[in-house]
């Protein structure tokens, strides 16, 4: 089982920054991928940013350049750096983690319970 408990969501005016962090803990083979995903009031969860294991990057379209995601490993813990935040960026942001079991090695992935982030003036 894995507990994933994020952090650092909150109000901020438009243009400004905020940093997320997700840590992961519990029992598990290894981390394969670290994920954020947002969920605007009234809209479907969507992807924001993934971090593979191998350090490969993904981003949406609408935060590339803005957002970084990033870990720190010994604590399993992924970041994400948001910039220049504008109000179409509130929403509740999940961190989603991908790991491989103990027994078995198998795939699975888990979800925070999510922090809110509104970004308005």
């Known amino acids: 089982q894995v507990q994933l408990v994020e952090s650092g969501g909150g109000l901020v005016q438009p243009g400004g920054s905020l940093r997320l962090s997700c840590v992961a803990s519990?029992?598990?083979?290894?981390?394969?991928?670290m994920s954020w995903y947002r969920q605007p009031p009234g809209k479907q969860r969507e992807m924001v940013a993934t971090?593979?294991?191998?350090?490969?990057?993904d981003y949406a379209d609408y935060v590339k350049g803005r957002f970084t995601i990033s870990k720190y490993d010994p604590r399993n813990i992924v970041y994400l750096q948001m910039n220049s935040l504008q109000p179409e960026d509130t929403a509740t942001y999940y961190c989603?983690?991908?790991?491989?079991?103990?027994?078995?090695?198998?795939?699975?992935?888990?979800w925070g319970k999510g922090t809110l982030v509104t970004v308005s003036s």
């Open positions: 971090l593979t294991s191998r350090a490969s990057t």
């Open positions: 519990g029992t598990f083979f290894s981390i394969t991928k």
């Open positions: 989603n983690v991908e790991i491989l079991t103990l027994v078995g090695r198998m795939i699975r992935d888990y």
